[in-house]
């Protein structure tokens, strides 16, 4: 491939499958968390055991690789991937590498679209302990808890162009996982290894290993393309070389020089007959696929005309979809979008709560969204009103009667407040005489703060316009 691009990236990017039980055995994912008491002859890899692969993990991969555009082989072939460590006590780990279970597929952000290169399955090795650190310990404790879990390896052409590219293409992968119901994002792990090459270096290739989050991707390839860039400048010439993401100093770290596929001398695991995937099975979960995230955006702004960044910022996340979906039962969609996109978020953000975390219940917030649609409650009081609502859930119309938050309808108490406003007012009124526009927006904030918020804002600048004439 001939490249002309400043900065080159591609992922690989493993998603532990939120199965009950392991791949090859039925030894279940969770539960117990004490050392090595979630495993069996075939997760510790004894000699003689034989696998028996786990067709809910098939299923949820294939989903994926559906899910992603792929092509879909034609059967499950699975390889096996030699090597000498403790994780993994076979000495080979069971993977699929001659025939992937989907290749060619692709995800289309925002703005671009990113091609597929693979989708395998594969299973997870077991987790290393070192009781007083990496460093440090005489000694490494082996847990196969882990030992055996699905992963599904994702493979991206390198088409990457940017750091925040890799962090939305992270970021859109994890809803699409979250929409097909296989992951379960802080339950089920996900880490990649990103590839970073710049053109100034003619493009020698650094592997960043276990990188988790996307923001932590983000972060280690902008470290990595600035680290490699000094280099250049420094003239030193850059080897293709792995590397650590070390998040708390902010830096990589030397690992190796980089191993070839090769080097792990791959066979057809003999222990496990390929079998056809046939045609009814992929019929049966493509029916059984959901409404994509691509296809919330479409339908969206097509059917409902929500603005387009409004559609992403809702359907980037499966819990505002489904909020969105049952409140335009009732609601206006453009006004149901644009408090959810701006107001619940703010909120939110605001009261440092994770969109996993926060709950509200939907009756009451379409009692607030009725209300505001019906005109019987300002924005500003429906914002105090939402802040609550998020701390503790309440009745919302009865808590509007009793604290008597109905808007002011009578257009002579509004006036009263304005033409007090503006008698109290007279340099800014006068400011705005000289043609300071701005300054009618300090008039109108004075008429809010004496009806408590009860007033339409727009509404008291036409009339304050009118009486200042
Ligand atoms: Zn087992």
Known sequence: MKFTKDIIIGLEIHVELNTNTKLFCSCPTKGSEKPNSRVCEICLGHPGSKPVVNKKAIEYALKLALALNCKISQEIVFSRKSYFYPDMSKNYQITQ???????????????????????????????????????????????YNRSGNPLCEIVTEPEIDSPK??????????????????????????????????KESGYARAEIKNVSGFKEIERALEYEIERQKQLIHGNKKLKQETRAWLPEKGITQLLRTKETEEDYGYII???????????????????????????????????????????????SELKLTELFENIIKKIDPILASKWIRRELIRVLNYNKIELSDFKINETHFIDLLKSIQDKKITEKTAQGLLEKL??????????????????????????KYCKEAISENQKVVDDYKKGNENSINFLVGQVMRKSKGKTDAREVKELLKRLIK
């Open 97 to 143: 590498y001659e025939v992937p279970l989907g290749k060619n597929g692709k995800i289309n952000l925002k703005d671009s679209s990113i091609g597929i290169t693979r989708v395998h399955i594969e299973e997870d090795p077991a987790s290393l302990i070192h009781p007083k650190g990496i460093s440090s310990s005489k000694f490494v404790l082996v847990d």
């Open 165 to 198: 590219e890799a962090r939305e293409f992270m970021k859109q992968l994890i809803t699409i996982l979250q929409y097909l119901r296989i992951f379960v994002p802080g339950q089920n792990i996900i880490k990649a290894d990103v590839n970073i090459s710049i």
């Open 269 to 315: 695991d003999p222990d496990l007959v390929p079998f056809e995937i046939n045609n009814e099975l992929i019929n049966k979960l493509k029916k059984e696929l959901p409404e994509l995230p691509e296809q919330k955006v479409k339908k969206y702004t097509e059917k409902y005309k929500i603005a387009k960044d409004d559609a992403f910022v809702i359907s």
């Open 390 to 415: 998020i701390e503790k859930d309440f009745d919302v119309n009865a808590f509007v009667k009793k604290e008597n938050l109905l808007i002011i309808s009578d257009s002579n108490i509004i006036e």
